[in-house]
Protein backbone atom coordinates (compact mmCIF):
# COMPACT_ATOMS: atom_id res chain seq x y z
CA UNK A 1 0.00 0.00 0.00
CA UNK A 2 1.24 3.55 -0.68
CA UNK A 3 2.69 5.12 2.18
CA UNK A 4 2.63 9.23 2.85
CA UNK A 5 5.09 10.91 5.77
CA UNK A 6 2.53 11.83 8.68
CA UNK A 7 3.58 15.43 8.95
CA UNK A 8 6.44 16.23 11.56
CA UNK A 9 6.24 12.81 13.07
CA UNK A 10 8.50 12.27 10.22
CA UNK A 11 6.72 8.54 9.78
CA UNK A 12 5.76 6.39 6.63
CA UNK A 13 2.07 5.79 7.38
CA UNK A 14 -0.25 4.03 5.24
CA UNK A 15 -2.65 6.34 2.85
CA UNK A 16 -5.32 3.95 4.40
CA UNK A 17 -5.01 3.67 8.36
CA UNK A 18 -7.68 1.60 10.94
CA UNK A 19 -10.10 3.79 13.25
CA UNK A 20 -10.70 1.79 16.10
CA UNK A 21 -13.38 3.54 17.88
CA UNK A 22 -15.46 0.60 17.58
CA UNK A 23 -13.43 -1.85 18.81
CA UNK A 24 -14.14 0.08 22.31
CA UNK A 25 -17.85 -1.18 21.74
CA UNK A 26 -19.09 2.48 21.14
CA UNK A 27 -20.49 1.57 18.07
CA UNK A 28 -22.11 -2.05 19.51
CA UNK A 29 -20.64 -4.85 20.92
CA UNK A 30 -17.46 -6.04 19.80
CA UNK A 31 -16.39 -9.80 20.29
CA UNK A 32 -12.19 -9.57 21.51
CA UNK A 33 -11.21 -12.15 19.25
CA UNK A 34 -12.97 -10.36 16.77
CA UNK A 35 -11.15 -6.83 17.66
CA UNK A 36 -7.92 -9.08 17.26
CA UNK A 37 -9.13 -10.30 13.95
CA UNK A 38 -9.64 -6.77 12.33
CA UNK A 39 -6.18 -5.37 13.75
CA UNK A 40 -4.96 -8.36 12.23
CA UNK A 41 -6.50 -8.29 9.08
CA UNK A 42 -5.84 -4.51 8.10
CA UNK A 43 -2.15 -5.10 8.79
CA UNK A 44 -1.93 -7.89 6.12
CA UNK A 45 -3.70 -6.03 3.70
CA UNK A 46 -1.27 -2.95 4.01
CA UNK A 47 -1.97 -0.92 7.18
CA UNK A 48 0.46 0.27 9.47
CA UNK A 49 -1.16 2.96 11.63
CA UNK A 50 -3.90 2.60 14.06
CA UNK A 51 -5.87 5.68 15.55
CA UNK A 52 -7.62 5.00 19.24
CA UNK A 53 -8.43 7.36 21.90
CA UNK A 54 -8.41 6.57 25.82
CA UNK A 55 -12.36 6.86 26.10
CA UNK A 56 -12.74 4.28 23.67
CA UNK A 57 -15.03 2.80 25.26
CA UNK A 58 -13.21 3.70 29.11
CA UNK A 59 -9.87 1.70 27.17
CA UNK A 60 -10.77 -0.78 25.65
CA UNK A 61 -9.47 -0.33 22.05
CA UNK A 62 -6.29 0.96 23.47
CA UNK A 63 -6.20 -2.48 25.54
CA UNK A 64 -7.16 -3.89 22.29
CA UNK A 65 -4.11 -2.39 20.02
CA UNK A 66 -2.24 -3.49 23.42
CA UNK A 67 -2.53 -6.92 23.38
CA UNK A 68 -2.23 -7.37 19.63
CA UNK A 69 1.34 -5.67 19.38
CA UNK A 70 1.99 -7.41 22.31
CA UNK A 71 1.24 -10.36 20.38
CA UNK A 72 2.55 -9.42 17.11
CA UNK A 73 6.56 -8.08 18.13
CA UNK A 74 8.13 -6.52 15.52
CA UNK A 75 5.42 -4.87 13.39
CA UNK A 76 6.07 -1.89 12.22
CA UNK A 77 2.90 -0.55 13.67
CA UNK A 78 2.43 3.85 14.41
CA UNK A 79 -0.47 4.41 16.97
CA UNK A 80 -2.39 7.80 17.66
CA UNK A 81 -4.27 7.86 20.73
CA UNK A 82 -6.34 10.98 21.95
CA UNK A 83 -6.76 12.38 25.72
CA UNK A 84 -8.98 14.99 27.22
CA UNK A 85 -12.41 13.55 27.37
CA UNK A 86 -12.18 11.88 30.23
CA UNK A 87 -12.97 15.48 31.89
CA UNK A 88 -15.87 17.78 32.21
CA UNK A 89 -15.01 19.70 28.68
CA UNK A 90 -13.27 23.34 30.37
CA UNK A 91 -10.09 24.37 29.78
CA UNK A 92 -8.75 24.79 33.17
CA UNK A 93 -8.59 20.84 32.70
CA UNK A 94 -5.77 20.59 30.50
CA UNK A 95 -3.12 20.57 32.29
CA UNK A 96 0.74 19.16 32.46
CA UNK A 97 -0.69 17.16 35.65
CA UNK A 98 -3.85 16.01 34.17
CA UNK A 99 -1.70 15.34 30.84
CA UNK A 100 0.76 13.03 32.63
CA UNK A 101 -2.04 11.39 33.79
CA UNK A 102 -4.06 10.21 31.00
CA UNK A 103 -0.76 9.61 29.05
CA UNK A 104 0.07 7.10 31.71
CA UNK A 105 -3.26 5.08 31.37
CA UNK A 106 -2.65 5.30 27.52
CA UNK A 107 1.12 4.09 28.04
CA UNK A 108 -0.05 1.25 30.22
CA UNK A 109 -2.98 0.08 27.92
CA UNK A 110 -1.11 0.67 24.65
CA UNK A 111 1.99 -1.64 26.31
CA UNK A 112 4.67 0.79 25.68
CA UNK A 113 6.80 3.65 27.18
CA UNK A 114 6.34 6.22 24.92
CA UNK A 115 3.17 7.28 22.76
CA UNK A 116 4.05 7.69 18.83
CA UNK A 117 1.15 10.62 18.80
CA UNK A 118 -1.00 11.82 21.22
CA UNK A 119 -3.64 14.17 20.28
CA UNK A 120 -6.00 16.42 22.14
CA UNK A 121 -9.04 14.84 21.61
CA UNK A 122 -11.74 17.70 20.29
CA UNK A 123 -11.28 19.88 23.40
CA UNK A 124 -13.22 23.49 24.19
CA UNK A 125 -11.75 26.06 21.51
CA UNK A 126 -10.01 27.94 23.71
CA UNK A 127 -7.40 25.38 23.99
CA UNK A 128 -6.06 25.50 20.83
CA UNK A 129 -4.78 28.97 21.19
CA UNK A 130 -3.64 28.46 24.89
CA UNK A 131 0.71 28.66 24.39
CA UNK A 132 0.67 26.81 28.14
CA UNK A 133 -0.89 24.01 26.44
CA UNK A 134 1.54 23.30 24.22
CA UNK A 135 4.40 24.48 26.32
CA UNK A 136 2.82 21.02 28.24
CA UNK A 137 2.68 19.08 25.31
CA UNK A 138 5.93 19.84 24.43
CA UNK A 139 7.36 18.83 28.09
CA UNK A 140 5.88 15.45 27.46
CA UNK A 141 8.06 15.29 24.55
CA UNK A 142 11.11 16.02 26.29
CA UNK A 143 10.82 13.60 28.97
CA UNK A 144 9.88 11.07 26.38
CA UNK A 145 6.36 9.97 27.35
CA UNK A 146 5.27 11.17 23.75
CA UNK A 147 6.96 11.56 20.57
CA UNK A 148 4.09 13.66 18.61
CA UNK A 149 1.49 15.17 19.82
CA UNK A 150 -1.50 17.10 17.44
CA UNK A 151 -4.75 17.86 17.60
CA UNK A 152 -8.29 16.26 16.79
CA UNK A 153 -10.40 19.34 15.58
CA UNK A 154 -13.54 19.67 15.42
CA UNK A 155 -14.18 23.38 12.86
CA UNK A 156 -12.00 24.43 10.48
CA UNK A 157 -10.77 27.49 12.53
CA UNK A 158 -9.57 25.03 15.30
CA UNK A 159 -7.47 23.19 12.92
CA UNK A 160 -5.85 26.59 11.82
CA UNK A 161 -5.50 27.79 15.08
CA UNK A 162 -3.53 24.62 16.29
CA UNK A 163 -0.92 24.59 12.55
CA UNK A 164 0.16 27.88 13.40
CA UNK A 165 2.07 26.62 16.56
CA UNK A 166 4.90 24.86 15.80
CA UNK A 167 5.29 21.72 17.97
CA UNK A 168 1.82 20.51 15.85
CA UNK A 169 2.89 17.37 14.14
CA UNK A 170 -0.51 16.45 12.58
CA UNK A 171 -4.36 17.43 12.32
CA UNK A 172 -7.02 15.25 12.89
CA UNK A 173 -10.29 16.01 10.64
CA UNK A 174 -13.68 15.35 9.70
CA UNK A 175 -13.50 14.94 5.96
CA UNK A 176 -15.48 12.82 3.31
CA UNK A 177 -17.98 13.41 0.45
CA UNK A 178 -20.22 15.24 2.78
CA UNK A 179 -17.71 17.49 4.51
CA UNK A 180 -15.70 19.61 2.13
CA UNK A 181 -14.98 22.55 3.73
CA UNK A 182 -11.20 20.92 5.18
CA UNK A 183 -10.51 21.47 1.52
CA UNK A 184 -10.46 25.28 1.64
CA UNK A 185 -8.02 26.27 3.78
CA UNK A 186 -6.98 24.01 6.37
CA UNK A 187 -5.28 21.08 3.67
CA UNK A 188 -3.52 23.89 1.88
CA UNK A 189 -2.27 25.70 5.35
CA UNK A 190 -1.35 22.22 7.12
CA UNK A 191 1.14 21.08 3.53
CA UNK A 192 2.44 24.56 4.32
CA UNK A 193 3.41 23.88 7.56
CA UNK A 194 3.98 20.40 7.09
CA UNK A 195 1.47 19.03 9.20
CA UNK A 196 -0.16 15.47 8.78
CA UNK A 197 -3.31 15.59 8.16
CA UNK A 198 -5.38 12.22 9.37
CA UNK A 199 -9.09 12.42 7.70
CA UNK A 200 -11.44 11.14 10.00
CA UNK A 201 -15.34 9.80 9.44
CA UNK A 202 -14.54 9.17 6.15
CA UNK A 203 -17.81 7.44 5.96
CA UNK A 204 -20.01 9.80 7.52
CA UNK A 205 -20.57 7.09 10.28
CA UNK A 206 -21.56 4.52 7.50
CA UNK A 207 -23.91 6.14 5.55
CA UNK A 208 -21.35 6.99 2.79
CA UNK A 209 -20.81 2.72 2.61
CA UNK A 210 -24.16 2.41 0.74
CA UNK A 211 -25.26 -0.03 3.24
CA UNK A 212 -28.55 1.77 5.02
CA UNK A 213 -32.00 2.82 4.42
CA UNK A 214 -34.88 4.51 6.08
CA UNK A 215 -35.41 1.13 7.86
CA UNK A 216 -32.23 0.28 8.99
CA UNK A 217 -32.12 0.18 12.93
CA UNK A 218 -29.00 0.74 15.24
CA UNK A 219 -27.97 -0.41 18.58
CA UNK A 220 -29.43 1.22 21.76
CA UNK A 221 -25.65 1.93 22.27
CA UNK A 222 -24.54 2.54 18.78
CA UNK A 223 -23.87 6.78 18.71
CA UNK A 224 -26.27 6.49 15.28
CA UNK A 225 -28.96 5.71 17.35
CA UNK A 226 -28.08 8.24 20.51
CA UNK A 227 -26.45 11.04 19.29
CA UNK A 228 -28.46 12.09 15.75
CA UNK A 229 -29.28 15.31 17.51
CA UNK A 230 -26.03 16.19 19.47
CA UNK A 231 -27.14 14.84 23.36
CA UNK A 232 -23.92 13.68 23.83
CA UNK A 233 -21.44 14.91 22.13
CA UNK A 234 -20.96 17.80 18.89
CA UNK A 235 -23.75 16.12 16.30
CA UNK A 236 -20.94 16.54 13.52
CA UNK A 237 -19.32 13.18 14.52
CA UNK A 238 -22.59 11.25 14.10
CA UNK A 239 -23.31 11.39 10.26
CA UNK A 240 -20.99 14.19 9.66
CA UNK A 241 -24.02 16.05 10.99
CA UNK A 242 -26.24 15.59 8.39
CA UNK A 243 -29.86 14.56 8.17
CA UNK A 244 -30.01 11.02 7.85
CA UNK A 245 -33.18 10.93 5.16
CA UNK A 246 -30.97 13.61 2.98
CA UNK A 247 -27.85 11.85 3.40
CA UNK A 248 -29.53 8.32 1.74
CA UNK A 249 -30.65 10.62 -0.89
CA UNK A 250 -27.14 12.10 -1.67
CA UNK A 251 -25.60 8.77 -1.08
CA UNK A 252 -27.89 7.21 -4.13
CA UNK A 253 -25.86 10.18 -6.26
CA UNK A 254 -23.01 9.24 -5.37
CA UNK A 255 -23.44 5.79 -5.89
CA UNK A 256 -23.54 6.86 -9.53
CA UNK A 257 -19.89 7.91 -9.27
CA UNK A 258 -18.41 4.56 -8.28
CA UNK A 259 -15.82 3.77 -10.58
CA UNK A 260 -16.42 0.23 -12.41
CA UNK A 261 -15.02 -2.62 -9.69
CA UNK A 262 -14.94 -0.18 -7.14
CA UNK A 263 -17.68 -0.56 -3.73
CA UNK A 264 -19.22 2.27 -2.49
CA UNK A 265 -17.16 2.84 0.35
CA UNK A 266 -14.14 2.28 -1.21
CA UNK A 267 -14.53 5.11 -3.47
CA UNK A 268 -15.25 7.59 -0.93
CA UNK A 269 -12.19 6.70 0.66
CA UNK A 270 -10.25 6.92 -2.32
CA UNK A 271 -11.91 10.06 -3.15
CA UNK A 272 -10.34 11.42 0.24
CA UNK A 273 -7.18 9.77 -0.25
CA UNK A 274 -6.52 11.83 -3.66
CA UNK A 275 -6.75 14.97 -2.02
CA UNK A 276 -4.04 16.82 -1.88
CA UNK A 277 -2.25 17.20 1.61
CA UNK A 278 -4.25 14.18 2.92
CA UNK A 279 -1.59 11.84 5.12
CA UNK A 280 -4.01 8.76 5.76
CA UNK A 281 -7.65 8.29 6.27
CA UNK A 282 -9.10 6.01 9.23
CA UNK A 283 -12.35 4.05 8.08
CA UNK A 284 -13.47 2.23 11.28
CA UNK A 285 -14.07 -1.56 10.58
CA UNK A 286 -16.35 -4.30 12.49
CA UNK A 287 -15.58 -7.01 10.42
CA UNK A 288 -12.21 -8.71 9.09
CA UNK A 289 -14.39 -8.50 5.66
CA UNK A 290 -14.68 -4.65 6.07
CA UNK A 291 -10.92 -4.09 7.12
CA UNK A 292 -9.69 -5.89 3.68
CA UNK A 293 -11.97 -3.83 1.70
CA UNK A 294 -11.34 -0.29 3.00
CA UNK A 295 -7.93 -1.28 3.02
CA UNK A 296 -8.18 -2.04 -0.73
CA UNK A 297 -9.51 1.27 -1.20
CA UNK A 298 -5.68 2.54 -1.72
CA UNK A 299 -5.98 1.02 -4.97
CA UNK A 300 -8.97 2.96 -6.44
CA UNK A 301 -8.46 5.39 -9.09
CA UNK A 302 -10.14 8.59 -8.53
CA UNK A 303 -11.06 10.54 -12.12
CA UNK A 304 -11.77 14.18 -12.28
CA UNK A 305 -15.52 13.59 -13.44
CA UNK A 306 -15.57 11.22 -10.26
CA UNK A 307 -14.22 14.52 -7.98
CA UNK A 308 -16.27 16.71 -9.93
CA UNK A 309 -19.05 15.01 -8.86
CA UNK A 310 -18.69 14.59 -5.32
CA UNK A 311 -18.26 18.55 -5.37
CA UNK A 312 -21.41 19.08 -7.17
CA UNK A 313 -23.27 16.75 -4.87
CA UNK A 314 -22.09 18.60 -1.84
CA UNK A 315 -23.19 21.93 -2.87
CA UNK A 316 -26.57 20.86 -4.26
CA UNK A 317 -27.27 18.58 -0.42
CA UNK A 318 -25.19 19.90 1.97
CA UNK A 319 -23.40 23.08 1.92
CA UNK A 320 -26.14 25.78 2.88
CA UNK A 321 -26.10 24.12 6.08
CA UNK A 322 -22.55 22.15 6.77
CA UNK A 323 -19.94 24.61 5.74
CA UNK A 324 -21.01 27.30 8.04
CA UNK A 325 -20.74 25.35 11.21
CA UNK A 326 -17.72 23.41 10.69
Known amino acids: MEQRILGKTGRNVSVVGLGT ?18 LAASVEAGVNFFDTADVY ?61 VQLHCPPTPVYSNAEVYDALDTL ?7 NYGVSV ?16 SVQIILNAFRLKPLDEVLPAAKAASVGIIARVPLASGLLSGKYTKETTFAENDHRNYNRNGDSF ?30 TAQAAIAWIAAQDGVSTVIPGARSVEQAAAN ?3 ASVDVSEEFDGGVRWIYDHYFRDAIHPRW
Open 234 to 263: DVGETFSGVDYELGLKAVAEFEQLVPAGAG
Open 154 to 169: ERTDEALEAIRHEGTA
Open 141 to 147: VSEGAIR
Open 21 to 38: WQLGADWGNVDPAQAQAI
Open 57 to 117: GDGKSEQAIGKFLADNPGLDIMVATKMGRRVDQRPEHYTLANFRQWVDRSRKNLGTDTLDL
Open 295 to 297: AAA
